[in-house]
């Protein structure tokens, strides 16, 4: 399968500060990735779809001032969780999708996700 | 919205046997059927997928079956192997285009 990284894996930082989250793919270009988020022993719930290019698009409830997405080119997305507080702890987790055109075609691969703490 | 259930939430099979887990779907728009495995701390990885245009896709000893007609999904894993205990979520989409609402997970234990 196709091949997704993310960075940093695992991160902790105070309370009001910011934290930037990167999301590559690296063997295939994604018009599109999504996140999402992943509380201890839950599902994942979809954030936002991020497109190459264009604004971003959210989930209801998701505040976009709070992460900021960032797709700016085929192989790279990046969340900024801004002003992070201690309930913003999670696993974050991006997908890429293939292009439609791809082998296989429209298929998310996940990246190995970044475990946020906020103290 | 979508909504997507699954069952059971934990299913534990002796070594060697087979197991099955089930979803069901509410948006008969959604197409697109994929199965993740989830690892303790880890990225989900993908493991099979199906599209409605198909009722059954096999690969190795892992299978997926589709009914659209009843709007449910599921996964058999056949000859199960000590690693093959993880976290396994089912997914819904458009298309596989759109992001995916995922299913509660099955936490699934092989027994030695």
């Known amino acids: 399968g196709a091949v997704v990284s993310q960075h940093p894996s695992r991160v902790i930082c105070k309370s009001g500060t910011s934290v930037k989250i990167e999301c590559r793919s690296l063997d295939f270009q994604a018009t599109t990735m999504f996140w999402y988020r992943q509380f201890p022993k839950k599902s994942l719930m979809l954030m936002a779809t991020s497109n190459e290019g264009s604004k971003a698009t959210y989930e209801q409830g998701v505040e976009k001032d709070k992460f900021l997405i960032n797709h700016a080119s085929l192989t790279l997305s990046t969340l900024t969780v801004t002003s992070a507080h201690p309930e913003d702890s999670s696993f974050y987790i991006c997908s890429a999708r293939t292009p439609t055109s791809g082998r296989p075609p429209d298929t998310q691969y996940f990246g190995p996700g970044t475990r946020l703490t906020v103290l | 919205g979508e909504n997507v259930e699954q069952h059971p939430s934990t299913l534990s099979v002796q070594e060697g046997d087979s197991a099955v887990i089930k979803c069901t779907y509410s948006?008969?728009?959604?197409?697109?059927f994929p199965w993740y495995k989830q690892e303790l701390g880890k990225g989900p990885q993908l493991i099979i997928d199906?599209?409605?245009?198909?009722g059954e896709k096999k690969d190795q000893r892992i299978a997926v079956t589709l009914n659209k007609t009843a709007k449910h999904f599921s996964l058999h894993i056949t000859e199960t192997q000590p690693e093959d205990s993880a976290v396994y979520f089912c997914a819904a989409s458009y298309r596989g285009a759109d992001g995916l609402t995922f299913g509660k997970g099955t936490h699934l234990i092989i027994q030695p």
């Open positions: 948006d008969s728009a959604s197409n697109y």
């Open positions: 199906i599209r409605s245009n198909v």
